[in-house]
């Protein structure tokens, strides 16, 4: 048995190995080395491309990055959590909600960012529908800034929060409700003070699990911010692009990678499953 | 080397788990065409031993025999043992036939057609080869769990609680059959069981097991008549301790009168009585104590508060050897 | 008093909800109503399926969807045979290296993966005449989907009854024989989910795809995101519409398999 085992999992062995954990190994490396005047590394230590990460130009960037996931945490974990107590409510119905959140999550996010181009645009749906109907006489500037981001990210990453809350509050005992109501809890008060405190654990995990793709977020800043919002993902992927720079590129990557690993062990402590 | 007569043997084995010693140094023959019962509490190692013998599990120290042959360090596949399993694990995605061919065509045997209808003909399952397992009743699916373990011919047939997944009213049924059906194919059966009724009425040898150790070995009517351990006297029937003496109730007698001089007696009150038809069932606390019971004729007439003797012949006392 | 209240909360919680699955859903819903509008603007001109005919004729499109097919078949073919293979190891005895590697994969931002896996790719042809391609694409789409496999059939195999695998083996089958007569057909459904799942994820990959891919193997979403960022198009309408139905639908059935 052990010898079929060890040859079961060597294929995945060999993938994680050679197409993950190598090619971080490479990036470790090339962030310690000087840039190539047409990209690639020059073999010369140095420690300036994590230097660079102080600089006020960058901090910027990972700061903003740092309140925009804070943000989208904070608006997915305020829409997510309702819907999550709707659906544990929904009785015989439950399955058909919970999919009609997990359908859209798994079907294509470049479509889903698109949608919002579509809707937010100068010559959009809604700008052109306030248009018409007179509202405005001039098209809102609706997308391609900060706010884009948000809404693109809050609607990309909603559902990854209402599965976990949906199954933290499937663990809570209903007496616990049923006592509060009875304690002459109103249900809003119930919520409140009964609910959510002991829906804390899955707060954190839901938090989180939209925390860390948003701090990485790329796409969703470029479709909708348009360039004016460049936050880490962007950053990175510059550098790699037309800036040229592989080993800051690098550097900046092991910094969002340093912070998703204290994450996961944060998670994997509390033995969460993390799907 | 293992006696000829013995089919299996266990030489001082042990298996430790990291939290705690599930087996502990057990050693047992199982003689060649009997059917040999393991009984104790649940978590008493009784399946452990079973899985070791099964090949599940490897032991810790010790060694297993299978006729004449050290098996302790084999696969499951490599030991001519087979099993039934306690919830059957039938293979739900395989018909009757198909379960049942199954083991034959692992072992490259090309004729399996008549081995099949065969066997299944021995366990009365005959029209049923093409269901699947979710079609049948509680009781088929035990039976076709049989057939396939007997279809390989195995040396050691090994149960694991056989007929606790079965409705209480079949059991009885299905015990007698079991019974019948070792003695007719003559394969030798080791069994696993918490109830001791059905060990004793089923099994030619019984071992009783607790806390992982062999309490003690040999027939029901030793097990029973002549426990050795106050443990095997408790787990095999009710006993009245009284003075340090244990009497079985249905050899408890109860008499207002004093007792004849020949019979061993204490006095007590009675607390109460119920009338089960065939018996009438006496509770009576002694002036030491202890509660005494007694299974008396369905005519006995006391009533609580009653000053009596309880009664018993020397003879019929226990005669527990040793106590842990 | 509290019981009005109990009431009216539902009610107050189900419009919320309401406006929740408005809010998940509606934008896909718009973009494929103005698909089939005869306007290239966002005012409605009539019914039309003119975009869908230009979507269709497009060969541009139609070479970048053939990529995105064979990139996404052979990625999630081998992904699943990887992934199944491991979800079992790791269901026999957890191998934590291993498993926290496939959680890391899992969390890794895309951004990261994709310029690591560039520098990876871009170091082994120093050592090889080699070029980015399809091929890199494809070890690409391997390397992120393995995970999402493993979590699949490990969710599938912990329902899985283990005498089931313990009856086998007693009856004489192998190790490899019990996995192959008796857990794998009874996982089989998990499996077939997971490689659904994987395919979608690689069908709709966009940030780890653009970085490693060459001149050859442009995909779909490459096309796609090109389209969006010069603005809406009802072309792209179109292809977005086709899209969300023919993934909605696969993972529909992936769902319904992960639950049979």
Sequence with gaps: MKRLRRLFLAPAWAVTGVLFLTPLAIIWVYSLLSRGAYGGVIWQATAENYQRLFDPLYGMILLRTFVMASAATFFCLLLGFPLALFISRAGRRKHLYLQLVILPFWTSFLVRTYAWIFLLRDTGLINT??????????????????????????????????????????????????????????????????????????????????????????????????????????????????????????????????????????????????? | MAEPDAVLELRGVTKKFPTHVAVDDVSFRVPRGELFALLGPSGCGKTTTLRMVAGFEQPTSGEIWLNGRRIEHL???????????????????????????????????????????????????????????????????????????????????????????????????????????????????LFVTHDQEEALSLSDQIAVVNRGRLEQVGTPREIYLKPRTRFVAGFLGAVNWINGVGVRPELTRATKDPPQPDLKWARGVVERTTFLGNVVQLEARLESGETAVAELPPGA???????????????????????? | MSRTGQRRTPGLLGLYAAGAYAFLHLPLAVLAVFSVNASRFTNWQGFSLEWYRATLRDTHLAEATMNSLIIATAATLAATAIGTLAAYGLWKRDAPVLSTSLYLSLVTPEIVMGISLLAFFQWIFRFLSLQLGMHTVILAHVAFSVAYVVIVVLARLRTFDASLE?????????????????????ILPGVIAAGLLAFTISFDDYVITSMVAGVDSETLPMVMYAMARRGPNPVLNAISTLIVVALGTVIVISERLREK
């Design chain 1, 129 to 275: 529908a306030l248009l018409s109907l007179g509202v405005i006489r001039e098209p809102l500037p609706l997308l391609y800034n900060d706010g884009a981001v948000l809404l693109g990210l809050v609607y990309g990453y909603l559902p990854f929060v209402v599965l976990p809350l949906y199954a933290t509050l499937e663990r809570l005992d209903p007496a616990l409700l049923e006592a509060a109501a009875d304690l002459g809890a109103r249900p809003v008060t119930a919520i409140t003070h009964v609910i959510v405190p002991l829906c804390a654990p899955g707060f954190l995990a839901a938090g989180l699990l939209v925390f860390i793709p948003c701090l990485g977020a790329f796409l969703t800043p470029d479709l909708l911010g348009g360039g004016k919002t460049v936050l880490a993902g962007n950053l990175i992927q510059n550098q790699f692009t037309t800036a040229r720079d592989w080993p800051f590129g690098s550097a900046v990557s092991l910094l969002l990678m340093a912070i998703v690993m204290i994450i996961l062990l944060v998670l994997l402590r509390r033995g969460e499953r993390l799907v």
């Design chain 2, 75 to 189: 696969r499951p596949y490599q030991r001519n043992v087979t099993t039934v399993f306690q919830s059957y694990a039938l293979f739900p995605h395989l018909t009757v036939q198909s379960n049942v061919e199954f083991g034959l065509r692992r072992h490259s045997i090309r004729e399996t057609a008549g081995r099949v209808r065969k066997v299944l003909e021995l366990v009365q399952l005959t029209g049923k080869e093409s269901r699947y397992p979710a079609q049948l009743s509680g009781g088929e699916k035990q039976r076709v769990a049989l057939a396939r373990a007997l279809v390989l011919e195995p040396d050691l047939l090994l149960l694991d609680e056989p007929l606790s997944a079965l409705d209480p009213r079949l059991r009885k049924q299905v015990r007698a059959e079991l019974k019948q059906l070792q003695k007719r194919i003559g394969i030798t059966f």
């Design chain 2, 301 to 324: 007439e006391f009533r609580p508060g009653d000053r009596i003797h309880v009664c018993w012949n020397a003879a019929d006392e226990l005669p527990l050897v040793e106590d842990r």
């Design chain 3, 166 to 186: 313990e009856a086998a083996l007693d009856l004489g089958a192998t190790d490899w024989q019990a996995f192959r007569h008796v857990t794998l057909p009874l």
